[in-house]
């Protein structure tokens, strides 16, 4: 009966996200261009440009031979042209917390019009008066916002990969794309973060009035993934693939005791008075 109701509450939810333009366009939309674009941008010149020649890139060289021993630093050391060793640093590296925004996007989007969504349409009442536990409701919805902002990081990172290999290939004659750190990044760091941050906009969104109230508050989140992505261009923190492995580690941990503190604290009542 519970995995019923939960299936029958996720379906109910993706439907109302997809025949919604306005919500799934830009949470789709946005990060496919970037998935395709970025690594474009940056590959094909340098199939024609010596990279190096283009602004200020001595500090960056600079860093490759500073990088602590490992996969990251033999690889790139034994490329044979800056142009090779520029390109695999970035697709490779620094465009890491990108895949990290991604996810915080979709899941904010989601998770805001989880609840409020429903007080918006007005069948917010006729859901607590459903025959189905609290805690089967909560998890519907946090698996609602869940599946596709995993989804939508999925597809992103194989046009990403994709679009790495196509381009580069003429110029490394071998496929560069995914190392290690990215293997754990999608299928280990990525869900971990998506859970927590669906389960915040989740949670703010069954106590505000409506979505554009959840979003605004709900984007909070994203505020020490941008200082991640300032720290890796400024070379401050090398994410390889130990360091990632222990951040996952930590955000199942934090999930696993904020959701289950959560789920002992839920309450119908609340939730019906949180529409007035």
Same mark, same amino acid.
């Given at each position: ?23 799934? %366009?830009?949470? =789709?939309?946005?990060?496919? $261009?970037? *998935?395709?674009? +970025? &690594? ?93 536990? %609290?805690?089967? =409701?909560?998890?519907?919805? $946090?698996? *609602?916002?869940? +599946? &596709? ?106 999930? +696993? ?20």
């Amino acid at each position: 009966m519970k995995s019923r109701a939960m299936k029958a509450i996720i379906k109910k939810d993706i439907r109302a996200i997809s025949s919604s333009v306005q919500l799934w %366009l830009p949470m =789709l939309l946005i990060p496919v $261009i970037f *998935s395709m674009v +970025l &690594p474009g941008v940056i590959i094909i010149p340098a199939r024609f440009t010596d990279l190096s020649t283009m602004g200020n890139m001595d500090p960056i060289i600079d860093l490759f031979a500073q990088l602590p021993p490992g996969q990251l630093r033999e690889s790139i050391l034994s490329l044979d042209t800056t142009n090779k060793q520029l390109i695999y640093f970035a697709v490779n590296y620094l465009f890491a917390p990108f895949f990290l925004i991604i996810p915080l996007m979709t899941a904010s989007v989601i998770g805001a019009n989880s609840f409020a969504g429903e007080k918006e349409r007005k069948t917010m009442e006729s859901l607590l008066f459903a025959p189905v536990e %609290l805690s089967t =409701l909560f998890w519907a919805k $946090i698996l *609602s916002a869940f +599946l &596709p902002a995993c989804g939508v990081t999925f597809l992103c990172s194989l046009l990403y990969g994709l679009m790495v290999n196509l381009a580069a290939y003429p110029l490394f004659g071998a496929l560069i794309f995914p190392q290690s750190n990215w293997v754990i990044l999608i299928l280990w760091v990525t869900p971990a973060l998506s859970l927590g941050t669906v389960f915040l906009n989740v949670l703010i969104s069954s106590k505000v009035k409506g979505f554009q109230e959840a979003y605004q508050l709900g984007g909070v989140a994203i505020l020490p993934i941008l200082a991640l992505l300032i720290g890796q261009f400024a070379g401050l923190l090398l994410v390889n693939a130990a360091f990632l492995f222990w951040v996952g580690v930590g955000l199942c941990l934090i999930d +696993l005791v904020l959701i289950k503190s959560v789920e002992k604290r839920l309450n119908r009542n609340k939730l019906f008075t949180s529409q007035v």
